[in-house]
């Protein structure tokens, strides 16, 4: 759940939404397919500790979906404010790559950003990549892995470079599905909603702003999934009675393509809460939901919505163990 809360206490947004108009262009998305073979990661999990169970105990774990468990001894374990004291009742940054091959995180040895592959490299993010003070910072990695967002700074992975620094008012709603674009989101007045692509270095690509009917909550809030364009969102919309994916271009503001799907917010008589949204093929999206129900933290479900036909394929659904504190899911 943290996960969840921890992007909306950022970003505020609604089901229904009004789109302010520019300019048309053509709509074109393109992504390759990112398939979940047997040796990728599936989530990394912190356990409740025995005794004060509202704070996490480490080590970090990687569960892979081939039923394997590795530990991740030298990961951080809780953020820390800005006296340097750990928060122990919060998780320290993580993020997974879509395609479930790299994991990023602070190394607590030396206080510096890793990104590590699985399949034993390790790349080394530069040390002013963190705060001087505190490290509470929100990781990103692009579906292969090869970008990273630290807070609203995007790296080059493989060569430990910073590409660029995006303004600070926005927050980093993730990359398109290719990786070579970025997506910010922007809390306004009255209820309206920002949306602006940048490309890797930084550069403006496409703007528009959303304006909401509906009071914005915590459960309303749905991500936005970039396309490779650079400037064709996807938006889940959910209600009591079903709901449909806009597909929005953001130099237009318009909703291009409106894709009525069976899927309501109750599955099964429990609330879903929508965390991660993925482009995966050129007109195929991949939802990742949280079953609220009587564990913690809640069982996921991964759907694939299919944007021609608006059919919902049920890709996988796993459950946590009872001990878990809380996780980080790879998305793709």
């Known amino acids: 759940m943290e996960k969840i809360f921890d992007r909306l206490a950022t970003v505020l947004t609604t089901v229904a939404l009004t789109l302010v108009a520019t300019v048309a262009t053509p709509l074109t998305t393109r992504a390759e397919t990112r398939p979940h073979t047997k040796n990728t990661i599936r989530h990394a999990t912190l356990d409740r500790c025995k005794v004060l169970t509202q704070h996490a105990c480490g080590p970090w774990r990687l569960s892979l979906r081939n039923g394997k468990r590795i530990t991740l001894a030298d990961a951080q374990v809780h953020p820390r404010d800005k006296r340097g004291k750990p928060i122990l009742e919060r998780m320290a940054a993580m993020a997974i790559s879509g395609q479930g091959r790299q994991v990023a995180y602070i190394r607590a040895a030396d206080h510096r950003i890793v990104v590590r592959d699985l399949g034993g490299d390790v790349h080394v993010m530069p040390r002013k990549s963190l705060p001087t003070r505190g490290d509470d910072v929100t990781l990103r990695l692009s579906l292969d892995g090869t970008y990273l967002a630290i807070d609203n700074q995007i790296f ?106 069976k899927m309501g917010i109750f599955y099964s008589g429990r609330l879903q809460l929508v965390f991660i949204a993925d482009w995966i093929t050129a007109d195929e999206l991949t939802v990742y939901l949280e079953e609220e129900g009587p564990t913690t933290p809640s069982p996921i479900r991964v759907l694939e919505i299919n944007l021609t036909t608006g059919k919902i394929t049920t890709r996988e659904r796993y459950k946590f163990r009872d001990n878990v504190f809380g996780y980080e899911a790879c998305g793709g």
């Open 156 to 261: 080059d992975v493989n060569r430990g470079v910073k590409l660029a620094e995006l303004p600070w008012e926005a927050t980093i709603e993730g990359f398109s599905g290719d990786g070579n674009e970025v997506l910010t989101v922007k809390p306004l007045k009255d209820e309206r909603l920002e949306l602006t692509s940048y490309s890797l270095r930084g550069e403006l690509l496409a703007r528009a702003t959303l304006k909401s009917d509906d009071e914005p909550t915590a459960y309303s809030y749905v991500p936005y999934a970039l396309g490779t364009d650079g400037h064709t969102v996807a938006h889940l919309t959910t209600n009591t009675g079903g709901g449909s994916v806009e597909i929005i271009d953001l130099i237009t503001g318009e909703i291009v393509r409106n894709v009525k799907v």
